[in-house]
Each structure stands twice: as C-alpha cells, then as structure tokens.
C-alpha cells in the first residue's frame, strides 16, 4: 500500500476509535438515562426502564440535622435505654428546673452549638409544671426530650470520673501551722475578651501578666507563685496546713475552710493562670509509683504525706494554678457550679462547654465502686450539666458531682470508669425527625446499566498479606471514566527515490 494510503487508513481507524471513546464518555457523563437512552437505541428487542425522577441541581445546602464534633450518636427508643424506669426521676426534675433559671433568662444569640437555645422549650413547659410523684416527672422527659446514645467517635462508651467539694482546716492568718496561702486572683492577671474584674474567667485558652498598660507576658506558673512570686500583695484569703490540701481544692474548683473560731469561708474557682493541667495520677501511674487499676485520690495523698520532696516535685509538673473567690454561702448549701447556681449531689455534672450546653439531661448508666473499692454497684441515673472542668474533654464525658466531705472525697477519687451515655435531646431538635427533611441521593442505576459499564475496583500497591486474603473476594468501586487512547503523532516517511531510466521518445 502506498505511503499515502496506509496514512489515511490509519487516520480513519484513529476517527472511529475517538468515536467509540467519545460515545462511552458521554454515556458516563450524561448518568444513567442517558446511557438508557445510548442502549436502547442498538438493541430495540430490550424492555423500557423506568425513567429516573427528574432532579433539581445543584441540590440544596441543607445543615446537617443535629452534629457535636467528634462524636457518633445513636436515636433510641425509651423502652432501649437501659435501667430508666429504675431511676428516681422527680429528683432529676428537680434538678433540671434550677438549671432552668439561668437558661430563662438568658438574651441574646443562642450558643453556636447542637442544642443551642432549644432547652428553653422544655424550660417554659417546666416552669408551669409541678409534679408530686416520678411518674409525673419521667413522663415530662419522656414527652420533651429524645433519647440519643452518644460516644466519642470510634469508642462505644463515655468515660466518668468523680469530684467533690473538699471541708479543710484553715486559719484567717498565717501561723507556724498554717503557713499555705490561698490566693484571690491578681490585679494583673489578663484574659482578652474579659474585663479584669469578670467573675469566674475562663478554665481554657491563654492568660497574661499586664504590665503596665501595653504589655502582656505568660502569667506564673505553679512553681513560681509556690516560690512566692504574689506573697505579700495581700491576696491571701486564707491559709492551710497541707500544700496537698491546696492541691485538691484546685483540682476539685472550690473548698470549704474552717477555722478555730467557728467561722467558714466557702471558696470557689475563679481564675487560673493560664497553663493546661496536668494529672498529677497520670504522672504516677506512668512513673510505675502507683499501678493504674489502685490509683485513686487516697493513694495519691497518701504517697504525698510519704515523699514530701517527691510531692512538692510532682505538685510542679502540674503548671497550672487555680485562684478562688469567696462566695455567700451557708454551710448547708452545695457549691455553686459554672452556671452559677448551687450542684446537686449525685445529679450534677461537669461537661465538656465546648461541646455542651449547661442544662442538657444525661442519663448515665453502667457499675461504679460507690459503696466500696471492689464493689459494682449498679448506677443508672439521669444527671444535669452544670459544671465543668479543663480536665473534662469529650462528647461523653462527665464529671460526677457527690457532694461536700471526706466521704463524697472517697468515692469521687476512685472514680475512673467507661459507662454508657444517653444524651436528651428536646423534641425541636430531634435528629431523626429533622433528618427526614434532608434530601436522599440519586436512585441506583438499573442492573442492566451496572452490566453496560460495569467498574472494577482500581489496582493498589497492597501489603502481600493483604494480596492473599482479597485474592477470593470481588469488590465492586467506581472506577475513573475511561479516557480515549490520545492521537500518535506521525512522522512522515521519507522513501528512497527510484532512479529515472531514460527513454526514447515514441516516434509516430
């Protein structure tokens, strides 16, 4: 075939592979009905598929129905959530409606979180509710509030521990006996976005030392104020005996001093110094002092009371410093809690704020060492979010409130247990009500279409144990659309030439 002819050949073969390539691009291109429409149109004997619903593109933006970052969650049945009609749900009521007060009274933009301001609802229904037996009460969780497993993402259940409010002898003025300073929070201390004289700053982000009024520099940190950094400023509240006493005030967030004469002074958190927190158990247990599964306060204190150079070491580790403010209240009331109202014990908890809303109903349930070290006792109760606490990080995370006194410090300390978490969640917000609204995806396409361009799982350097055990398995992907094969460049050929024989001319 001559040189021209084997390059048009060559150029007709290349138009209708492009072709064919073309009309499979388009097919995937266009979706299903398109390729529908491509198939029939060579193999009329096949039947008519339905039509796809026609779809109005782009779809909408829609907010997910209900999202807490780095959490999984689960809608549950009331009859599903175990151990709820064992509880005694008037004292949650209870507690549920002083958490109402503040939420009643707040203006403004709601928290830019899952809740938000939808606990107001329950609230209002709250407010104009008086019930006189469980019955009544369980029945107003049951017809305001959705329950939700929740966990951290990946793990099936929550994490609590447990925390109290510490009764310590004290002294209004410094003593031989008494010679650990409580300290008030500095003038100079400096969160930006607060004025210097907001009560109850937050537990989380950076803290400054203002000096003079430009600059700002990181505050003390534990060592250093120890060292004696604010002595003598006049910030002293009050003075202890026991440096570890001052320890678990801080880690607790408020105490009650007693002194010689009769009198107390309730303290609670008001300010720290800007450095995250460090457990000192955690310390312990990773130094092998104390093994993981004895670890509790009481082992801590009394490896302290032990090694008074180790603990003032250990004390050090932990940077972070905790200063109170005193507040009006008798001996017979709780400590108040971050949304300013006095706990509950045994229905207060501390969340996570950055993920929570004080308020939020949790019904916690699972075995704690309540009556003893060994013991599992079953624990199945609804508690309120009122509190938190900068050790206190995750969707189902809690700190359990037990009250005032050595005993409350017993069992709180020994706290460190998985339980299973079933958030609350009011009716306006339900996930499962509110993700009905939210759009489907296309409709599958048709078997005959999935055999048409059937996608094969794209080849992967894989571990030779990985080879082995997929080798009998068929996985069937969206594979990338077939490109057609790109136009070759062609050179043209250079021939020999023949040469020329002369000839004579015919001659007629």
């Known amino acids: ?121 329950p609230c209002r229904v709250a407010k104009s509710l008086e019930p006189t037996d469980d019955a009544s009460a369980k029945t107003f969780f049951e017809e305001n509030f959705a329950p939700l497993r929740i966990s951290r993402l990946g793990e099936p259940d929550g994490f609590v521990t447990g925390y109290y409010e510490p009764v310590l002898e004290g002294s209004r003025t410094q003593t031989d006996v008494y010679n650990v300073p409580v300290y008030r929070r500095p003038s100079n201390l400096f969160v930006r976005g607060y004025k210097q004289d907001s009560v109850s700053l937050p537990n989380k982000g950076p803290v400054y030392r203002k000096i003079g009024r430009r600059k700002l520099v990181p505050y003390y940190d534990r060592a250093e104020i120890e060292d004696g950094k604010i002595a003598g400023r006049g910030l002293e509240i009050a003075w202890l005996k026991d440096p570890t006493d001052l320890l678990f005030a801080q880690i607790q967030g408020s105490a009650r001093i007693k002194f010689d004469d009769g009198g107390t002074v309730r303290l609670n958190y008001d300010a720290y110094n800007g450095y995250p927190y460090a457990a000192v158990g955690r310390i312990l247990i990773e130094r092998g002092i104390i093994p993981k ?94 509190d938190t606490g900068s050790a206190i990080i995750g969707p189902a995370r809690a700190d359990l409130y037990f009250g005032a006194g050595q005993e409350a410090g017993r069992v709180s300390g020994r706290l460190r247990h998985a339980m299973h978490f079933v958030m609350l969640v009011p009716k306006g917000v339900d996930p499962t009500a509110r993700a009905a609204r939210l759009p489907v995806p296309d409709p599958r396409p048709s078997e005959k279409i999935a055999k048409l361009f059937p996608q094969t799982e794209p080849a992967k350097d894989k571990p030779a144990a990985a080879v082995a055990q997929s080798t009998s398995e068929t996985v069937a992907v969206a594979g990338p659309v077939p490109l057609p094969v790109p136009r070759p460049v062609i050179e043209p050929v250079q021939e020999p030439r023949r040469p020329v024989k002369n000839r004579s001319h015919r001659q007629q």
């Not at 999202?67 to 175990?82: R, S, T």
């Not at 949650?92 to 403004?108: D, E, M, N």
């Open 293 to 386: 599964e004895e670890m509790s306060m009481q082992k801590i204190r009394e490896w302290m009371a032990q090694t008074p150079d180790g603990a003032r070491e250990l004390r050090r580790q932990n940077r972070s410093y905790i200063f109170f403010r005193e507040v009006n209240l008798s001996d017979k009331e709780e400590a108040v809690g971050a949304q300013g109202i006095p706990l509950t014990a045994g229905r207060s908890i501390a969340v996570d704020k950055s993920l929570h809303v004080y308020g939020t109903p949790f019904f916690i349930e699972g075995e704690l060492p309540i009556e003893s070290e060994r013991a599992k006792t079953p624990f199945h109760r609804l508690m309120i979010a009122q």
């Open 1 to 121: 075939m001559a040189p021209e002819a084997r390059i048009k050949a060559f150029l007709k073969t290349s138009a209708t592979a492009l072709c064919a390539g073309a009309v499979a691009l388009s097919s995937f291109s266009l979706g299903a009905e398109a390729a529908r429409r491509h198939y029939r149109s060579h193999h009329h004997h096949l039947p008519e598929l339905p039509a796809a619903p026609p779809r109005a593109l782009p779809y909408p933006q829609l907010p997910l129905p209900f999202e807490i970052p780095g959490a999984q969650y689960l809608p549950l049945a009331w009859a599903d959530v175990k151990g709820w009609g064992d509880d005694n749900h008037l004292a949650a009521y209870k507690t549920f409606r002083a958490s109402c007060r503040p939420i009643s009274a707040q203006t403004g933009a709601p928290e830019p979180k899952a809740l938000g301001a939808s606990l107001a609802e």
